[in-house]
């Protein structure tokens, strides 16, 4: 069974930075394409930021210069470093594993920037 598992979300002032964490179990995480989408309340699910298996990586416009995207295969995470937020980074955090045809979320963590 598939689990992408969240964590570090919360509730932080604008400026202020956060490190979420997605541990993966039941795929062969290295080979999987992770990202990191937002889903902000009335709004569409976007990509934030992705890191392929190569560890190539790719990221939102709204979010270059302020996160980072990393993966350590070996134990099987991928990490989401989020710093300077701003008020519109406000929304719920998904995790995503993809691997060909097959692709699988995680259960989504709040994150909230306000004063």
């Known amino acids: 069974q598939v689990q992408l598992v969240e964590s570090g979300g919360g509730w932080v002032q604008p400026g202020g930075s956060l490190r979420l964490s997605c541990a993966a179990s039941?795929?062969?995480?290295?080979?999987?394409?992770m990202g990191w989408y937002r889903q902000a309340p009335g709004k569409q699910r976007e990509l934030v930021a992705d890191?392929?298996?190569?560890?190539?990586?790719n990221y939102a416009d709204s979010v270059k210069g302020r996160f980072t995207i990393s993966r350590d295969n070996a134990n099987n995470t991928v990490y989401l470093q989020m710093n300077s937020l701003k008020p519109e980074d406000t929304a719920v955090y998904y995790c995503?594993?993809?691997?060909?045809?097959?692709?699988?979320w995680g259960q989504g963590t709040q994150v909230t920037v306000s004063s």
């Open positions: 039941g795929i062969t995480f290295s080979l999987n394409a």
């Open positions: 995503l594993a993809a691997w060909y045809r097959y692709s699988y």
């Open positions: 890191i392929n298996s190569g560890g190539s990586r």
